[in-house]
Nanobody
Framework: VQLQACGGGLVQPGGSLRLSCAAS????????VGWHRQAPGKQRELVTQ???????HYADAVKGRFTISRDNNENIVYLQMSSLQPEDTAVYFC???????????????WGQGTQITVSS
């Protein structure tokens, strides 16, 4: 399963952006799907995740500002970001884990990363 993320860019503080991540292949079931980010000089961190059963988790830093959602029919996951701040500047990666194809093969895929820059 390959992931294609898009929607990054430059935004002013307080602005909004929506990222999307489309998965190719025949996904039979999902363990979890989510977004991570990596700021310059920092480790990659989990931003938000939907786990099996539909339970969502958010990092404290983004609670109330970011919303993850998933289109099950199209195998797309979205990240709606609002009230963006300079500290949200990072490369954002989507991550999808589950089973795919006729033989339900395990996969744990990462998107290529998309840059979000929050600056005036």
């Amino acid at each position: 399963v390959q992931l294609q993320a898009c929607g990054g860019g430059l935004v002013q503080p307080g602005g909004s952006l929506r990222l999307s991540c489309a998965a190719s292949g025949s996904i039979r079931s999902t363990n979890y799907v989510g977004w991570h980010r990596q700021a310059p000089g920092k480790q990659r961190e989990l931003v938000t995740q939907i786990v099996s059963g539909g339970i969502t988790h958010y990092a404290d830093a983004v609670k109330g500002r970011f919303t993850i959602s998933r289109d099950n029919n199209e195998n797309i996951v979205y990240l709606q970001m609002s009230s963006l701040q300079p500290e949200d500047t990072a490369v954002y990666f989507c991550n999808w884990s589950g089973y795919s194809g006729r033989f339900r093969s395990f996969f744990d895929s990462w998107g290529q990363g998309t840059q979000i820059t929050v600056s005036s």
